[in-house]
């Protein structure tokens, strides 16, 4: 009895002078770290999960997690159980041919992701593909667009695709149609806002040798069309070109415009006002454009205002246009007005055949009096 009684006074001496160290708790995801890049194992096969925990310089991160649940930078595991937030980022192999991947709602295959199951961006992101050019290719699709880009809330640029090579003579956009059926089409664009001023297609070039859109057609075959364009609008544009050189809208052709009488009605001739009378009321100038970076050279031509009353069916809407005074401060010029100079042609040649009837009256006038004249004179001569 006596050493029962002195065993646990035996055994608080003895812990007294040999303490049992105590073990140290394996580091959890998120505890705190020093050494940069340091890698330590967790767990085992006696304690799940198993981890590979990286230190960032500061706490541990959870880059390798072999378990049934639980989150990290990568999971791997043939889990037959459903996508839950729980398991977002998970690695699966299905048994058969591909991978899955958990985007925390649904197992998403590697192997046939379409872009639109990917999980939206949280940050912006930036990828450099160096010097791997990429292709996509949509052979399965008829009719349905390949890719479509869409936002309700944009209000600046939804796509730019710049060049910033100095050197570069390419396109920054290229599109090439090989289709033979009618409509074929290399670049469409097309704006459905009914209000403002707005562009299907719009181009511009800070080259003073360059193009803001540059079209061709290659074919020598069929009815090709480098550009066309179509404005439903009842004061817009099909095609506005807006240049600082004098002649900065021009080509090796003349311009043609539909003229075909199956295409018109209400067929009427010009009146006597529009004519002569019109073309005298014109007040032709020479001028300097306001904005600085035109305002190099006179020019000549008429102002919109000056003829809108004259010939109104001459004059228009161009979009808004911002221009640049000499003191460098900018201006907008709100709905500026615009003049077709090529239909000024026509009641050119309506007072043109108002002087030939005014001449013919003349010439025949001139010959009676010189038959009178040449008579007076004969006479005499008697």
């Given at each position: 009895?006596?050493?029962?009684?002195?065993?646990?006074?035996?055994?608080?001496?003895?812990?007294?002078?040999?303490?049992?160290?105590?073990?140290?708790?394996?580091?959890?995801?998120?505890?705190?770290?020093?050494?940069?890049?340091?890698v330590?194992?967790?767990?085992g096969p006696e304690?799940?999960?198993?981890r590979?925990?990286?230190?960032?310089?500061?706490?541990?991160?959870?880059?390798?997690?072999?378990?049934?649940?639980?989150?990290?930078?990568?999971?791997?595991?043939?889990?037959?159980t459903?996508?839950?937030?729980?398991?977002?980022?998970r690695?699966r192999?299905?048994?058969?041919?591909?991978?899955?991947?958990?985007?925390?709602t649904?197992?998403?295959?590697?192997?046939?992701?379409?872009?639109?199951?990917?999980?939206?961006?949280?940050?912006s992101?930036?990828?450099?593909?160096?010097?791997?050019?990429?292709?996509?290719?949509?052979?399965g699709?008829?009719?349905?667009?390949?890719?479509?880009?869409?936002?309700?809330?944009?209000?600046?640029?939804?796509l730019?695709?710049?060049?910033t090579?100095?050197?570069?003579?390419?396109?920054?956009?290229?599109?090439?149609?090989?289709?033979?059926?009618?409509?074929?089409?290399g670049?469409?664009?097309?704006?459905?806002?009914?209000?403002?001023?707005?562009?299907?297609?719009?181009?511009?070039?800070?080259?003073p040798?360059?193009?803001?859109?540059?079209?061709?057609?290659?074919?020598?075959?069929?009815?090709?069309?480098?550009?066309?364009?179509?404005?439903n609008?009842?004061?817009?544009?099909?095609i506005?070109?807006?240049?600082?050189?004098?002649?900065?809208?021009?080509?090796?052709?003349?311009?043609s415009?539909?003229?075909?009488?199956r295409?018109?009605k209400?067929?009427?001739?010009?009146?006597?006002?529009?004519?002569?009378?019109?073309?005298?009321?014109?007040?032709?100038v020479?001028y300097?454009?306001r904005?600085?970076?035109s305002?190099?050279?006179?020019?000549?031509?008429?102002?919109?205002?000056d003829?809108?009353?004259?010939?109104?069916?001459?004059?228009?809407?161009g979009?808004?246009?911002e221009?640049?005074?000499?003191?460098?401060t900018?201006?907008?010029?709100?709905?500026?007005?615009?003049?077709?100079?090529?239909?000024?042609?026509?009641?050119?040649?309506?007072?043109?055949?108002?002087?030939?009837?005014?001449?013919?009256?003349?010439?025949?006038?001139?010959?009676?009096?010189?038959?009178?004249?040449e008579?007076?004179?004969?006479?005499?001569?008697?």
């Open positions: 009895m006596r050493f029962y009684a002195l065993f646990p006074i035996f055994l608080w001496a003895l812990l007294s002078f040999f303490p049992i160290p105590a073990l140290a708790a394996e580091a959890q995801p998120g505890d705190s770290c020093s050494v940069n890049g340091e330590r194992q967790t767990g304690q799940i999960p198993s590979t925990l990286i230190c960032n310089g500061t706490t541990w991160q959870n880059a390798l997690e072999q378990s049934t649940a639980g989150t990290s930078l990568l999971q791997i595991g043939n889990d037959a459903s996508c839950t937030t729980e398991k977002l980022g690695l192999y299905n048994g058969v041919s591909t991978w899955s991947f958990c985007n925390g649904a197992w998403v295959s590697m192997g046939a992701a379409a872009i639109s199951s990917l999980t939206p961006a949280t940050a992101n930036t990828i450099n593909n160096a010097n791997y050019p990429q292709t996509w290719t949509w052979d699709i008829t009719s349905s667009p390949g890719l479509s880009i869409t936002s309700s809330t944009a209000t600046g640029r939804l730019s695709v710049a060049i090579t100095a050197s570069s003579s390419s396109a920054a956009i290229y599109g090439t149609n090989s289709g033979n059926g009618y409509g074929a089409t670049v469409y664009g097309r704006t459905s806002s009914t209000s403002d001023v707005n562009y299907g297609v719009q181009g511009h070039s800070d080259s040798t360059g193009y803001g859109v540059y079209a061709y057609a290659a074919s020598n075959s069929g009815t090709n069309y480098g550009l066309y364009a179509l404005s609008s009842s004061t817009g544009y099909a506005y070109c807006f240049a600082v050189n004098t002649y900065g809208c021009g080509g090796n052709r003349a311009w415009s539909a003229s075909d009488r295409l018109k209400e067929i009427t001739p010009l009146g006597d006002k529009d004519g002569l009378e019109a073309i005298m009321q014109l007040r032709p020479r300097h454009w904005d600085v970076k305002a190099g050279k006179a020019e000549m031509g008429f102002i919109a205002q003829v809108e009353p004259i010939l109104p069916e001459l004059v228009g809407y979009p808004d246009t221009i640049t005074m000499e003191n460098g900018k201006e907008v010029v709100r709905n500026a007005k615009s003049m077709s100079y090529s239909t000024v042609v026509v009641p050119l040649v309506k007072a043109v055949q108002e002087l030939k009837i005014a001449n013919d009256v003349l010439r025949t006038q001139n010959t009676d009096l010189r038959h009178r004249v008579r007076l004179e004969s006479a005499e001569e008697r």
